[in-house]
């Protein structure tokens, strides 16, 4: 019986070891909640810049929507068109 009481003591200290507080539990929803946002924004763009390619492999490996969002636009991809547009409106100005 004491080695049984022994086992027991230790899973509840195991128990405290591991659990997380409230304000834990807050900041890394949040955290997380900002990371995803971000991720898709930064994967939104990579596409949009004409990147395919790092778009796709980016959702195994997401580092590589970063960098197709730091690229330059491909020509014809939707955001270089509507930097062009916009170049051209404020040219009339």
């Known amino acids: 019986m004491g080695k049984l009481a022994g086992a027991m003591a230790l899973s509840e200290k195991?128990?405290?070891v591991?659990?997380?507080?409230?304000?834990?539990?807050?900041?890394?929803?949040?955290l997380f909640?900002?990371?995803v946002f971000c991720l898709f924004t930064?994967?939104?763009l990579t596409f949009k810049k004409g990147h395919i390619?790092?778009?796709?492999?980016?959702?195994?490996?997401?580092?590589l929507w970063l960098i197709g969002a730091i690229l330059p636009a491909k020509p014809g991809s939707?955001?270089?068109?509507?930097e062009?547009?916009?170049w051209?409106?404020?040219?009339?100005?």
């Open 14 to 16: 195991e128990r405290k």
């Open 18 to 30: 591991h659990s997380m507080s409230a304000l834990d539990w807050f900041l890394s929803t949040w």
């Open 33 to 35: 909640i900002i990371y």
């Open 42 to 44: 930064v994967c939104m």
């Open 53 to 63: 390619a790092l778009g796709i492999i980016g959702i195994f490996f997401p580092f």
């Open 78 to 82: 939707q955001y270089a068109m509507a």
């Open 84 to 86: 062009r547009q916009q």
């Open 88 to 93: 051209q409106i404020a040219a009339e100005e």
